[in-house]
């Protein structure tokens, strides 16, 4: 991959992060945040291929260490964001319908 | 695998990254934007195994790897399922730390692999990765251990600190651009454990109710920390999904100082500059005026509006249930009830809502700061459960005090206040609060649960 094509990717990346987020409800930052740390569990591909590739004793012991962190990081985050968000299963509507309501007043 | 199909696997994944990151946006998607990104993260970890390999390459280790990620699964799905809803945000925390210590573990590995032929850049990104890292993951630690209040929950602030921080950065520094320059590996053995230490020293002078903010910045951290491997291993999805987490976590953690009125720069290098914090006040015996449970149940029996204010003790006693009998009592009455929900109640924003959605306590009486902020003055009865912090006029009153600025709930408007509290003990950030000893404030004493049970025995007696 050249310096650019991965600067592009960077750069744009950063607009969309940027953007996804923009309009997130104060209720949201807990879960987004978390759903977010399980994002960058995704280390865990890199870990392998570190992994995959290690020779020597040293490599292998720090870059398996990593594997098992990462995997932690990932499969945990996204089993407790999934936890919080059951939480607000059908309620969303129930308020909308109450503001329905309200305006109707 | 053949090459081509490799990498479009890989651009799916960093796809539904995106759309789990716009789904967790909004009420209606979230939970679906988390299944989205769990499910192009699992297909991200199957294919890496079928990744191409270069030219006399093979794979190693792959026994040791899928042993690693079994062990990895059986410790975080049970933490992440088990633990208390009180207690999510220090497992995110810790979470988030361990996910900083894997990329600073892959870059030390990676770093030991460089050898001569590899580029500057390269060895700077690495660089880059371990210092992040290491500080992601003592930072998170810290705020762990604060968070599970293992240690003080107010700023640690010692005389001479903020140069001992400056001294530790800018050693990390030093050792940084003596790493990138020697190529040894003592210089990155330093300069991993200076930044383990900048990590510790950067979080400790952050007050417990600005812990949030930290942990949403060092989540961002990590994310760059994770683009930055990418940019090493040559993986463009690592690239995209690092560069999505930092951008955005960015974004989040503004957000959140703004919800918490608060400065970024404030919350960060408030304590370079404070004074350490005299937390208690006066520290003479002032008199409160505490009641009984029969005392806040005449008072709720008569009122015709009520507002109830839960913090982190209602969950701590686990309340929610029995303030929603409560609740729907009054309701029954024809009392017009409503929860003011600060957007920090409990210890994230959010959090509150959903420890109460767990208790089914119905949607639409949970009313947000702005919208019951201008009712207080037309209510009778505040029912202050387990807060403190987020009620606590010094926000308003006191600058130079930890939560000045923060906006809160002005109970104080209202007719009486009513706290249910275990002790005089100040909240989670440490500060006195003046509304106690105001005259029209009642105290009752106790855990949240057992006070309110007696209080809906005791309406239920009049």
Not at chain 1, 55 to 77: K, P, R
């Amino acid at each position: 991959m050249t310096s650019m094509a991965i600067l592009t990717i960077f750069a744009l990346s950063i607009f969309v992060g940027f953007e996804v987020v923009s309009k997130v409800s104060t209720t949201l930052h807990t879960p987004l945040m978390s759903g977010a740390n399980a994002i960058h569990g995704i280390i865990l591909v890199g870990a392998i291929m570190v992994a995959d590739s290690a020779t020597n004793t040293l490599e292998t012991t720090l870059a398996i260490l990593a594997v098992l962190l990462a995997t932690i990081n990932m499969v945990g985050g996204f089993v407790v964001t999934d936890r919080m968000l059951e939480m607000f299963k059908g309620k969303p509507k129930a308020a909308k319908a109450n503001k329905d309501a309200e305006a109707s007043k | 695998m053949n090459k081509n199909i490799y990498e479009l696997l890989g651009l799916v994944v960093a796809l539904s990254f995106i759309l789990a990151l716009k789904g967790l946006s909004a009420p209606k998607t979230a939970r679906r934007g988390n299944l989205i990104g769990a499910a192009g993260a699992t297909l991200a970890t199957v294919v890496v195994f079928f990744a191409p390999l270069g030219e006399g390459k093979s794979h190693h280790n792959t026994i040791l790897i899928l042993a690693a990620i079994a062990i990895g699964v059986l410790v975080g799905v049970p933490a992440a399922r088990k633990i208390q809803m009180t207690q999510m945000p220090q497992l995110v925390a810790l979470f988030n730390g361990v996910g900083g210590g894997a990329a600073a573990l892959v870059a030390t590995a990676e770093y030991l692999n460089l050898g001569t032929g590899a580029s500057t850049a390269e060895v700077v990104a690495t660089v880059f990765t371990v210092i992040v890292g290491c500080t992601s993951f003592s930072g998170s630690v810290i705020t762990f251990l604060k968070l599970q209040e293992l240690m003080t929950t107010r700023p640690v602030v010692f005389p001479g600190g903020r140069f001992v921080i400056a001294a530790t950065l800018a050693g990390v520094l030093g050792t940084g651009g003596w790493t990138i320059s020697s190529g040894a590996n003592t210089p990155l053995l330093v300069m991993g454990g200076l930044a383990l230490l900048f990590g510790v020293l950067f979080v400790l002078p952050v007050g417990g109710a600005d812990v949030p903010i930290v942990i949403s910045l060092l989540n961002a951290f990590t994310g760059l920390t994770v683009a930055a491997s990418g940019y090493v291993l040559q993986s463009t999805l690592l690239i995209v999904a690092g560069t999505l987490v930092g951008a955005s976590g960015t974004i989040l953690t503004r957000k959140m100082a703004e919800a918490m009125g608060r400065s970024l720069f404030g919350t960060l290098f408030g304590a370079f500059t404070a004074k350490p914090q005299v937390a208690t006040g006066e520290q003479e015996a002032r008199s409160v005026k505490s009641g009984s449970p029969d005392d806040v149940a005449i008072l709720l029996n008569y009122a015709q509006r009520v507002v109830i204010v839960p913090g982190f003790g209602l969950a701590v006693a686990q309340a929610q249930h029995t303030v929603r009998e409560l609740a729907d009592m009054l309701a029954a009455k024809g009392i017009d009830v409503a929860y003011g929900i600060h957007p920090v109640a409990g210890r994230m924003p959010g959090h509150m809502n959903v420890l109460l959605a767990e208790a089914n306590v119905p949607y639409e009486q949970l009313v947000e700061m702005d919208e019951v902020n201008p009712t207080f003055p037309q209510t009778d009865v505040v029912l202050v459960v387990g807060a403190n912090d987020v009620v606590n006029p010094a926000a308003k009153t006191t600058p130079g005090c930890p939560i000045y600025g923060m906006p809160i709930l002005d109970v104080s408007e209202a007719g009486n206040v009513i706290f249910l509290k275990r002790s005089m003990r100040p909240g989670f950030a440490g500060i006195e609060n003046e509304l106690l000893y105001d005259a029209k404030t009642t105290l009752l004493f106790g855990d949240a649960k057992d006070s309110l049970t007696k209080v809906v025995n005791a309406l239920k007696a009049l």
